[in-house]
């Protein structure tokens, strides 16, 4: 299983870009997806999910209405759509996949996830 991250870069506040997290030795059309970031020195925190049967896409709070999760099925892909980027979400971004069944633990936990990307670079400059 390789989870191979693209599109991080440098923008500016308000500015809007996609990262892209492409899949492979998993189908992703019945995956349970999320995205984390992270800073140095700070623990990995949940941002989206999708496909965990609550019926729609989940967010973190800060996120809501500026970010999108979603799929492309056909080629096996998860996207991170940022839209009205803040500085306070620079950070490294990773991709994640849960695979194996954890009960009791939930969709924003990242122990919840199996596999992992190696990350992408947001830097958003004010």
């Known amino acids: 299983v390789q989870l191979v991250q693209s599109g991080g870069r440098m923008v500016q506040s308000g500015d809007s870009l996609r990262i892209s997290c492409e899949i492979s030795g998993l189908t992703s059309e019945n995956l349970k997806l999320g995205w984390f970031r992270q800073n140095p020195g700070t623990e990995r925190e949940f941002v989206a999910a999708?496909?965990?049967?609550?019926?729609?896409?989940l967010y973190e709070n800060s996120v809501k209405g500026r970010f999108s999760i979603s799929r492309d099925n056909a080629k096996n892909t998860l996207y991170l759509q940022m839209n009205n980027v803040r500085p306070e979400d620079t950070a490294i971004y990773f991709c994640a996949v849960a695979v194996v069944p954890s009960p009791g633990v939930g969709y924003y936990e990242s122990r919840a996830y199996d596999y992992w990307g190696r990350g992408t670079q947001v830097t958003v400059s004010s």
């Open positions: 999708l496909g965990w049967g609550f019926g729609s896409a």
